[in-house]
Nanobody, 120 residues
Framework: QVQLGEAGGGLVQAGGSLRLSCAASGRTLRFNAEGWYGQAPGKQRELVAAISSLRRTIYADPVKGRFTISRDNAKNTVYLQMNSLKPEDTAVYYC??????????????WGQGTQVTVSS
């Protein structure tokens, strides 16, 4: 089993920044990538960004140029730097382990989520 723990969410004004972190433990070597998903109220959970073990990255179009995903393999931690935040970025953000090939394929391993609220 893989355990994931997110941190770093909060309330921020539009234009501000936040840095989310996701610490992984357990059988992480089964997966070659991690992804960040956002779930806004009343909407489906959607992929925001993903990164492979070789640091290949993909981003959803709405966050390109504003968000940066990175990883520290020594700490088994993945980060999501969120800049120029907009009210529409408001969501619960979840970390996931999975596989990155032509796209990101999530596993059943999810963290508990961290709330990001952007005020206008």
């Amino acid at each position: 089993q893989v355990q994931l723990g997110e941190a770093g969410g909060g309330l921020v004004q539009a234009g501000g920044s936040l840095r989310l972190s996701c610490a992984a433990s357990g059988r992480t070597l089964r997966f070659n990538a991690e992804g960040w998903y956002g779930q806004a109220p009343g909407k489906q959970r959607e992929l925001v960004a993903a990164i492979s073990s070789l640091r290949r990255t993909i981003y959803a179009d709405p966050v390109k140029g504003r968000f940066t995903i990175s990883r520290d393999n020594a700490k088994n931690t993945v980060y999501l730097q969120m800049n120029s935040l907009k009210p529409e970025d408001t969501a619960v953000y979840y970390c996931n382990t999975g596989t990155l090939t032509s796209g990101y394929i999530p596993s059943r391993n999810w963290g508990q989520g961290t709330q990001v609220t952007v005020s206008s």
